[in-house]
């Protein structure tokens, strides 16, 4: 017993040290073969190595399916020689068999590999994991390319090499790795995908699968090679290869030609053809929207010709080699791949809003879609019931949705219910589709603007059960119950039609939204003109963190960055900062400590503060983002803030006039051009007296040369710089200034001094702008001069742009200061002449130079009104511009209850959508003025009742302009007490005064009729200005027309002292010396 037993130790380790390394690495032991020359081996000592022979065998089983060859060999060679007697010679027979390495056999020349090499490289692949799927279809097709070499060459021994379980173990690796992917893209997860380490084909492995098939069907089949078993070419091998470029052409189309390429080779050995083959080729070419060849490939599968239109019979046969018609009772799925390939062919001829910029294009190339969907349409009524293939949701759903992606929510809906009716005659069921094609149905006028009342008509009639149409036999067709991605779509339409108040009702109706119902609620308010919308993106950021604290109670939902991003969006729209950082402060109490390091979600908050819309909320708004960009600093394990960080906040104290500020954050990091600009426009916009000189100042650091300087170096400022500068002076109607600097430029670049680009359109857009505010006489003949020199340098090539029509814009409205009405209506006329299409904004200047010019009452009212009325001819827009121009004309002549009247046309037309943008301040700030130059008795009250609608609509943010109005009623009739009171009110209110406020109080004390102390009420306010001038309130500065109020209402306070014209000089005198003035203000 010991003995046999011995004699079976000896055998198996005879049989692990002669076999080759890959043979015991690989091979299951039932195709080992052992020669007699195998057997010859030392038996000296045999019973001492049987415990290590063990142990060296199961230490090989666990490396199997690796490819450490090396490791092996050198394993291998230890033991014989602590096995065998070895000599010299056998010593160097041993050293020149080493096996080399995979990576290094597949660097050597074809045609150049032993059969030791190449048993290496089948061995190799006989067990291929996953991950190694695309090395291991490389290794393939080497193996095969050298067996090819070596059929030609008849080098080595008739032998098998390649054999069944290599081309199996590559294709499975290739199908196992597909799926893979398939399911991660289903389940979107990209990053899941990368972690993974997924390998997808690429045009290079798509060839090699196709080189694969080629070398197996010539050396199966053409040359019948000893090399390679005849069974590695079969239809399962094929309907593998198909399948798997199938699966590969989601990423790589030209795996669907390889996929094409294999089917026609599969045509030739198989009885019948595979539903899934077939289906999966099919939905290849569906992703690409190759519908003609899904069309002729499904013909061929089913051996008749598939009509698409009338013109054309399904019984017509297709050559094919032999009948191997596809079962029509398993052809269903492959007619859904069929029409899904229609409908994405369709979708990649519609009109691209980019490029097709011209109508003949759009309705061309959306004519041509129609065209494909009508086809698609048509198999699917006409040709598949007269088939018989059976009409699933499915295959309605894919011609249902090609109308949904082009928009056409009616002929979406007018072919479902076809469908409808067809099925009806075979179903019993108030509906035979499912709610996924309702849904198709929904999303398609979601894509249409002119869709919303279908969609709720459709929607009405899913969620309260209302017949939409009768079939055959009086039959009534129900829609189904909406499910979460019906109230998504309708979301969606609501979204898409910026109508954030319904999509808000909505999703209050569900028991628990999903995250994509809440995204698309969001994303509504976000597009809409909501004044509230800030508030209830709000108020849903709150339900879904409290549908995430409730769990198992439906769908869990998660604050996002989707649907953080547009609610953040909603803020920046309109400018809430505070509300922003409310929305920061839950995301990232939501998420992982990671987004709490992430700098993205705090600039968006940034940007929120940086779009402030009030001007008197600037300031606080640009302190609240200096305070999140400090909390922004201090976070960990992000890179040091980028210039363009800086910018945001740099911004926010620009718009907020915080000039010294943002010069000192200027000094923090690398600015860049940018930068500067934003410190100058903060100084421009500061009310520092010094502010000019500071901005000299930036322009002399970045080598801009100094006056009067003898030697210029050339230097390199951008021209954006410059513009902002140009723009401090039209900020303060420095014509002569901009127009100097411009100048200058132009000297520099003559004298080639300048190395950047010369002034653009918009620095001539800043010198007409301060030419606009100047009180020059000869402004705008300067105005005039400057346009025409930019029209002259564009026509001549220099350096200029066709003028804009916002240069010309610039140009009306200095016609509009100078009240020129002749030259502006001049102007529109040539713009029309030229193609500019005048805006609101051009009509608004015209306006405007009306009410400033001399025109009569009865002229400049009905002129007005009929340049309103051209601009919508010409296909305009009026706006609240237009608007306002209008009230001011009404409110100059005292016309009040017209002027009543034009707000409310106005208010009635932002109802019905034709205005977007309601009246604001300045329209009820208009109409106040009317209201204060009528002689209507009730003004006053009509003014007031105007006044506290303004003051309770949360809508309005009211400034000192809205004040001024209920003011100017007071006070041209004497109620001094009501002016005095709602100057107290500006207090309370937190509104500074300035010195036209002070005057219009002093004015009704001087015409009030009980005006007995109205000089030392006067006097009393006279003071109030100049200790709040004290105090650094500069806007309060008594000038001459408050010092003219004043001896007025002193004078008044006098009876019989008579008017200021009375006065002798020994009075007016002591009168300055009473009000400590130097020149006599009626002078």
């Not at 003609?292 to 490939?297: D, H, M, S, T």
């Not at 740099?650 to 051009?673: H, I, K, Q, V, W």
Request: hydrophobic letters at 35%; charged letters at 25%.
């Amino acid at each position: 017993m010991h003995r046999s037993h011995s004699s079976l130790c000896y055998l198996l380790a005879v049989l692990v040290i002669a076999l080759p390394t890959p043979l015991i690495a690989f091979s299951p032991p039932s195709q080992l073969i052992i020669t007699t020359s195998q057997l010859k081996s030392s038996q000296s000592d045999l019973s001492s190595n049987v415990e290590e022979l063990e142990l060296l065998r199961k230490e090989r089983r666990s490396q199997r399916g690796e490819h450490e060859r090396d490791r092996n060999v050198e394993e291998q060679d230890a033991m014989h020689h602590q096995l065998q007697p070895t000599t010299q010679h056998q010593e160097t027979q041993q050293s020149n068999n080493q096996k080399n390495s995979v990576k290094t056999i597949l660097s050597l020349p074809i045609g150049d590999l032993t059969q030791r090499d190449l048993t290496g490289l089948c061995n190799s692949i006989r067990y291929v994991p996953e991950e190694k799927s695309l090395w291991s279809l490389r290794i393939l097709e080497r193996i095969l390319t050298e067996v090819e070499r070596w059929e030609d060459a008849q080098r080595f021994d008739k032998r098998t090499f390649v054999k069944k379980i290599h081309i199996f173990s590559v294709l499975t690796s290739l199908t196992k790795g597909s799926q893979s992917r398939k399911g991660q893209r289903r389940r979107y997860s990209a990053r899941k995908s990368k972690q993974g380490n997924q390998q997808h084909l690429d045009s290079k492995d798509v060839d090699r699968l196709k080189n694969v098939v080629v070398l197996l069907k010539e050396l199966c089949r053409d040359k019948r090679s000893p090399y390679c078993d005849a069974d590695c070419y079969q239809k399962d091998v094929l309907s593998f290869v198909t399948m798997i470029a199938a699966e590969s052409a989601m990423t790589e189309e030209s795996a669907v030609d390889a996929a094409l390429m294999i089917i026609d080779e599969m045509e030739k050995e198989i009885d019948v053809w595979d539903p899934r083959v077939i289906g999966s080729v099919l939905n290849a070419l569906a992703h690409w929207g190759r519908a003609e060849e899904a069309l002729a490939l499904l013909s061929r599968a089913m051996v008749f010709n598939i009509a698409t239109d009338s013109s054309h019979s399904s019984d017509e046969s297709v050559t094919s080699s032999g009948i191997k018609s596809l079962n029509p009772t398993n052809a269903s799925p492959c007619y859904d791949s069929l029409l899904r390939a229609f409908a994405k062919c369709a979708l990649l001829r519609r009109p691209d809003k980019k490029k097709s910029k011209h109508s003949s294009n759009k309705n061309a190339t959306m004519a041509s879609a129609t065209e494909v969907l009508s086809r698609a349409r048509y198999i699917l009524l006409t040709h598949m019931p007269e088939v018989g293939i059976q009409t699933t949701n499915h295959t309605c759903n894919a011609v249902l949705s090609g109308y949904s992606a082009l928009g056409m929510g009616t002929e979406a809906e007018q072919l479902l219910l076809e469908i409808e009716t067809l099925l009806s005659q075979s179903s019993s069921r108030p509906s035979a589709l499912d709610t996924a094609c309702y849904n198709s149905v929904l999303h398609g006028y979601s894509r249409d603007k002119t869709g919303i009342k279908s969609a709720e008509r459709l929607f009405r009639a899913m969620k309260e059960q209302t017949p939409l149409h009768e079939g055959i036999h009086s039959t009534k067709i129900l829609p189904p119950m909406p499910d979460m991605i019906t109230y998504a779509s309708m979301l969606n339409c609501y979204s898409n039609n910026r109508m954030g108040e319904e999509a808000y009702s909505l999703v209050q109706q569900i028991e628990r939204p999903t995250s994509a119902c809440y995204l698309s609620a969001i994303r509504a308010l976000e597009r809409s003109n909501d004044p509230a919308s800030p508030d209830r993106v709000l108020a849903l950021i709150g339900q879904i963190e409290q549908n995430r604290n409730e769990r198992g109670k439906g769908p869990t939902t998660v604050l996002n960055r989707r649907v953080f991003n547009v609610a953040m969006q909603c803020m920046i729209k309109r400018g809430d900062g505070v509300k922003a950082e409310e929305v920061l402060d839950k995301y990232l109490n939501s998420n992982s400590s990671r987004e709490q390091n992430d700098a993205q979600p705090y600039i968006l908050a940034l940007q929120a503060y940086e779009n402030t819309k009030p001007v008197n909320s600037r300031q606080e708004a640009a302190k609240s983002a200096e305070v999140l960009f400090h909390k922004m600093q201090l976070l960990e394990n992000i890179p040091r803030l980028d210039a363009g960080t800086y910018n945001i906040l740099l911004n926010c104290f620009a718009r907020a006039g915080m000039a010294s500020a943002a010069e000192s954050l200027l000094e923090e990091f690398a600015p860049t051009p940018e930068s500067h600009d934003l410190v100058i426009k903060a100084i421009s916009l500061s009310d520092d007296k010094d502010a000019v000189d500071r901005a000299w100042h930036i322009l002399y650091q970045l080598g801009y040369p100094k006056k009067n300087a003898k030697d210029v170096e050339p230097f390199s400022v951008p021209i954006s710089t410059f513009n902002s500068m140009l723009k401090l002076f039209a900020r303060r109607g420095m014509a002569t200034e901009a127009e100097a600097l411009l100048n200058s430029i132009d000297e520099f670049i003559l004298e080639g001094k300048f190395k950047e680009s010369g002034p653009n359109t918009r620095s001539y857009e800043a010198v007409l702008e301060a030419l606009g505010k100047t009180s020059d006489a000869d402004a705008v003949e300067r105005a005039e001069a400057l346009v025409t020199r930019v029209e002259v340098m564009s026509e001549l090539g220099g350096g200029v742009q066709q003028p804009s029509l916002k240069l010309y814009n610039t140009l009306l409205a200095c016609y509009a200061n100078a009240g020129k009405v002749g030259s502006a209506e001049r102007l529109l006329s040539r713009l029309h002449e030229q193609s500019l299409n005048p805006d609101a904004f051009s009509y608004g200047a015209t306006i405007k130079a009306l009410k400033n010019s001399g025109k009569s009452k009865d002229i400049a009212i009905a002129r007005a009104k009929e340049l309103s009325q051209s601009l919508e001819r010409n296909g305009g827009v009026g706006n609240e511009i237009i608007f306002a121009h209008r009230l001011s004309i009404l409110a100059k002549f005292g016309l009040a209850q017209q002027a009543e009247n034009l707000l409310k046309e106005m208010e009635e037309k932002h109802k019905l959508g034709d205005l977007k943008q309601g009246p604001g301040i300045i329209h009820y700030t208009a109409v106040l003025n009317a209201w204060a130059k009528t002689d209507d008795k009730k003004a006053v009250a009509r003014a007031e009742a105007l006044f506290e609608k303004m003051k309770a609509d949360n809508h309005f943010d009211l400034d000192l302009a809205a004040y001024h109005g209920l003011l100017l009623n007071y006070a041209v009739r004497g109620m001094s007490k009501k002016a005095r009171r709602l100057l107290q009110v500006l207090d309370s209110d937190n509104i500074s005064p300035n010195r036209n406020t002070f005057t219009m109080v002093i004015d009704s004390y001087s015409r009030a009729s009980s005006n007995t102390n109205a000089g030392l009420k006067a006097e009393e306010l006279l003071d109030q200005m100049r200790q709040l001038q004290a105090a650094g309130n500069s806007d309060v500065e008594p000038d001459s027309v408050c010092y003219a109020s004043v001896i007025r209402a002193k004078q008044a306070s006098k009876p019989g002292s008579g008017t200021i014209s009375d006065l002798s000089e020994f009075d007016k005198v002591k009168i300055m010396r009473e009000l400590q003035i130097e020149n006599w203000p009626f002078q």
